[in-house]
C-alpha cells in the first residue's frame, strides 16, 4: 500500500469521530430550524399585517446572507456582544438552526397554501376553532407536502454544517484539514471527506424516504 | 458603538467596496459558466443514452452530494499534489462554475423532461426541422420551465461565493474579516458585509421576477 | 302557501354581503320549519353559495339576523358562531373530505376534538353513521381511495354525526359523475323522510319536484321568486323566472 491511502485508512477512525460531531450539528440545527420554521410559517399565512411583516423580515435577512458571514457575525460578534459564551458546537447549531428556520419557514409555507380552502372551512363547519382546524386538519396535511422539501433541506444543512470548520468546530471538515495539513496528503484526504459527506447524504435521505413512506397516504403523491 | 459613522466611512465601506469588486468579477464568470455547463449536462441527462447518460449523472450526482467546501479545497489545496497549481481565483471560479453547473443541470433536465411528447410530434407533424422544433417548440417551452430555479441557484452562488475567501480568494467576506480582526468590531464589520449581500441578493431576486414576468405564460407557473 | 303548523327553526332576516364593493347577497330573508326541505336554484353567480355559507357564518354577514331556535344568533361571539356551527351540518359540492384522514376518521375528527368525545365512542358513532349511508365497508379507506358519490356520503355521514338541527347542502351532486348522483340523492330522500331539516341548493328538478316543500329562485343576490314547486314550475298562469331558467336547465 502506498502512503497516501496509509494516510486515509489510519485518520478514518478520527475523521469519522468528526462525522459524529457532523451529525450533531445538522440534527441541531435540523430541529431548531423546525421549531421555528413552523410557527414562522403559520405566521406568514395566517398572521395579522405587523407580525407578517417582522417575519418577512427574518426571512429576508437569513435567507439572504451567506452562512459564512452568519457564523461570523453570530459567533465572534453578536453571541459576545449579548456576554453568550457558547461553544464553537453550539455557535454552530445556533447559526445553521436560525438559518434552517427561514429556509423551512418557505417549505412549509409553501405546503399550507398548497391546500385547498375548502379543508379550513369544512373543519369550521363542523364546529372547530380556527386553531383547531389548523393543527388537526391543515397541518398534518402540510407535513407530509412539506417532507421531500425537508430531505432536500437536511442535505443543504449537511453540506452548510462544512463551513462551521471556520468556527473550529471539530467536524468532518476541521479534522480532515488537520490531518491534510499536517501529512502533506491534501487531495486524497479532501476525496476522503467529499466520500464522507456523499455517504451522509444518502443515508440520510435514505431514512427519510423510509420516514416518507410510513407517513404515506393514498392521494398524496410525495 | 454602532454610531461611529467615521469607522465606517473610513475603513470599512472603502475596504468593503475593494472586496465587492472581487466578489462580482467571481459571481459574474462563475454564473455564465455554470449555465452553460447546466444546459449541456442537463440536456445529456434528459436525451443522452449510455455513456453520456451515465457521465452526466455521475458529474451531477458527485458535485451535488459533497460540500462546495470539500470541492474547493481539492481544487485549491488537493490538485498541487498532482502538480495542478490554480491561483486561488481561479480555483473559486472554477469550483463555482462545476457546482452550480450541477444543480443547474437538474433544473434544466426537469425543464426539457417536463415538455409532452405531443408538442414534438405536432411540430413534426406540421413540418418542423429537428433543429427548428427546437429551438421554436421545446427551448422556449424549457427556458419557462427552468428559469425560476436556475434563477435562484444564481441567488445561490451570489452567498456562496463568500466561500472563496476559505481558499484565500480575499473578496467581499475577505475584507471583512480582515477589518473585524484588525479593530476586533465584528459585530458592526460583519453586519455591513450582511447587508452588502443583502442588497445583491434583492437586486437579483427583482431581476429574476421581472425576468419571470417578462416571460410569462399562462400554464408556465412561474413557482 | 305551505300551512304553518309547526315551529319555526331557522329564520334569517335581511342578509346582505358584499365583496370589494360588489353586493353578492340583498336583504335576504327566508325560515325553515322543523322536517322542511327548500330548494335554493338560480343560475350560477346569483349567490346561492354566499347564503348558505353566511347562516353558519362560515361568511359573516355584514347586515341582518338569524334565529336558529328563536334565538338570535350573535355574529362576533366566538362561542355563538361555534355553537351554531356544531347545531348546522354543511355539505359542500366538492366534498372537502380531510384528504390525510380515512372515511371513519372524517367522520369522527369533530366528535373528538369539537365535541370531545372519547376516541372508542366516537368511533362507534362514526361507524353508525357510516353504515346508514351505505359505507360501512369503506371504513379505513382514504379520500383519495373513494368515488365521487362515495366521499359526498363520507361528507354527509360526517355532518350527520355532529346530531345537527338542520342541515345546508350547498349542490351537493354537481361534482359528481351523471351515474353516481343517485346513490347521494337516494341517501338525501331518506333524510328528508325521516325528518330532517334541510335548505339545498341544487339543479336536480326531478329531485326537487318530488320532494321540496318550497323552491326559493335566487339572482343577482336576491330571492326573486318562491313557493312551492307546484306552484312556480306547472300551474302559474303567467309565465314565471323559475320556468324560464328550468326550461333552459333541460
Avoid at chain 3, 372515511?103 to 365535541?115: E, F, G, H, Q, T
Avoid at chain 3, 354527509?156 to 343517485?182: C, G, K, N, Q, V
Avoid at chain 3, 339543479?203 to 339572482?219: D, N, W, Y
Amino acid at each position: 500500500m502506498t502512503y497516501p491511502f496509509e494516510v486515509v485508512i489510519s485518520s478514518l477512525p478520527y475523521v469519522l469521530g468528526g462525522a459524529m460531531v457532523t451529525i450533531g450539528i445538522v440534527v441541531g440545527a435540523m430541529a431548531l430550524g423546525l421549531f421555528i420554521g413552523i410557527p414562522l410559517a403559520l405566521i406568514q399565512v395566517y398572521g395579522n399585517r405587523l407580525i407578517k411583516y417582522v417575519a418577512d423580515v427574518y426571512v429576508w435577512f437569513f435567507r439572504g446572507v451567506p452562512v459564512l458571514v452568519l457564523l461570523f457575525l453570530f459567533y465572534f460578534g453578536l453571541f459576545s456582544l449579548i456576554d453568550l459564551n457558547i461553544t464553537a458546537f453550539w455557535a454552530a447549531v445556533l447559526v445553521l438552526g436560525l438559518r434552517g428556520g427561514a429556509y423551512q419557514s418557505q417549505i412549509f409555507r409553501g405546503s399550507i397554501l398548497s391546500i385547498p380552502d375548502g379543508q379550513l372551512k369544512a373543519a369550521e363547519a363542523l364546529g372547530m376553532t380556527n386553531w383547531q382546524g389548523i393543527v388537526y386538519i391543515i397541518l398534518p396535511q402540510a407535513i407530509r407536502i412539506a417532507l421531500p422539501g425537508w430531505s432536500n433541506e437536511y442535505s443543504i444543512v449537511l453540506k452548510d454544517s462544512a463551513i462551521a470548520f471556520v468556527l473550529g468546530t471539530s467536524e468532518i471538515m476541521s479534522r480532515t484539514h488537520f490531518v491534510a495539513s499536517r501529512t502533506y496528503e491534501q487531495l486524497p484526504m479532501y476525496i476522503c471527506a467529499g466520500c464522507i459527506y456523499f455517504v451522509l447524504t444518502w443515508i440520510g435521505v435514505f431514512f427519510l424516504r423510509r420516514f416518507e413512506n410510513k407517513l404515506k397516504i393514498p392521494g398524496y403523491s410525495t | 458603538m454602532f454610531l461611529d459613522v467615521s469607522f465606517y466611512l473610513n475603513q470599512v465601506i472603502p475596504a468593503l467596496n475593494k472586496g465587492l469588486m472581487v466578489s462580482l468579477a467571481l459571481i459574474f464568470p462563475s454564473a455564465t459558466c455554470g449555465l452553460i455547463i447546466g444546459i449541456i449536462i442537463g440536456t445529456m441527462r434528459a436525451f443522452g443514452k449510455g455513456p453520456i447518460y451515465g457521465f452526466a449523472t455521475v458529474y451531477a450526482t458527485i458535485f451535488r452530494g459533497t460540500p462546495l467546501v470539500v470541492q474547493l479545497f481539492i481544487l485549491y489545496f488537493g490538485l498541487p499534489n498532482l502538480g495542478i497549481y490554480l491561483s486561488p481565483y481561479l480555483a473559486a471560479v472554477l469550483g463555482f462554475t462545476l457546482c452550480s453547473g450541477a444543480y443547474h443541470s437538474e433544473y434544466i433536465r426537469g425543464a426539457l423532461l417536463s415538455i409532452k411528447k405531443g408538442q414534438i410530434l405536432a411540430a413534426q407533424a406540421l413540418g418542423f426541422s429537428t433543429w427548428s422544433s427546437l429551438t421554436n417548440i421545446i427551448l422556449p417551452q424549457a427556458m419557462r420551465r427552468a428559469l425560476p430555479g436556475c434563477g435562484n441557484e444564481i441567488i445561490y452562488l451570489i452567498k456562496y461565493s463568500s466561500l472563496a475567501y476559505i481558499i484565500t480568494c480575499i473578496e467581499l467576506t475577505g475584507q471583512g474579516k480582515i477589518i473585524a480582526s484588525m479593530t476586533f468590531r465584528f459585530s458592526e464589520v460583519f453586519l455591513v458585509v450582511g447587508f452588502y449581500y443583502l442588497v445583491m441578493v434583492t437586486i437579483a431576486t427583482w431581476l429574476l421576477k421581472k425576468l419571470e414576468e417578462r416571460f410569462y405564460v399562462p400554464g408556465f407557473g412561474s413557482r | 302557501m305551505s300551512i304553518e303548523n309547526t315551529e319555526v327553526l331557522l329564520k334569517v332576516e335581511g342578509i346582505s354581503k358584499s365583496f370589494g364593493g360588489k353586493r353578492i347577497l340583498k336583504d335576504v330573508s327566508l325560515s325553515l320549519n322543523k322536517g322542511d326541505l327548500k330548494v335554493l336554484i338560480g343560475p350560477s353567480g346569483g349567490g346561492k353559495s354566499t347564503l348558505l355559507q353566511c347562516i353558519n357564518l362560515l361568511i359573516t354577514p355584514d347586515k341582518g339576523k338569524i334565529f336558529l331556535n328563536n334565538r338570535d344568533v350573535s355574529f362576533n361571539k366566538k362561542k355563538d358562531v361555534l355553537a351554531l356551527r356544531q347545531q348546522i351540518g354543511m355539505i359542500f359540492q366538492d366534498f372537502n373530505l380531510f384528504d390525510h384522514l380515512t372515511a371513519l376518521d372524517n367522520v369522527s375528527i369533530a366528535l373528538r376534538k369539537v365535541k370531545k368525545m372519547s376516541k372508542k365512542d366516537a368511533y362507534i358513532r362514526a361507524q353508525m353513521e357510516l353504515e346508514r349511508v351505505g359505507l360501512g365497508d369503506k371504513l379505513h379507506h382514504y379520500p383519495a381511495e373513494l368515488s365521487g358519490g362515495q366521499k359526498q356520503r363520507v361528507s354527509i355521514a360526517r355532518a350527520l354525526a355532529m346530531d345537527p338541527l338542520l342541515l345546508l347542502l350547498d349542490e351537493p351532486t354537481s361534482a359528481l359523475d351523471p351515474e353516481l348522483i343517485s346513490e347521494v340523492l337516494t341517501v338525501i330522500r331518506e333524510l328528508s323522510n325521516s325528518g330532517m331539516t334541510m335548505l339545498m341548493a341544487t339543479h336536480q328538478m326531478g329531485f326537487v319536484k318530488s320532494l321540496a316543500q318550497e323552491i326559493l329562485f335566487m339572482e343577482n343576490g336576491r330571492i326573486i321568486e318562491h313557493d312551492t314547486p307546484e306552484n312556480l314550475l306547472n300551474k302559474s298562469k303567467v309565465r314565471t323566472r323559475t320556468q324560464d331558467f328550468c326550461s333552459k336547465l333541460l
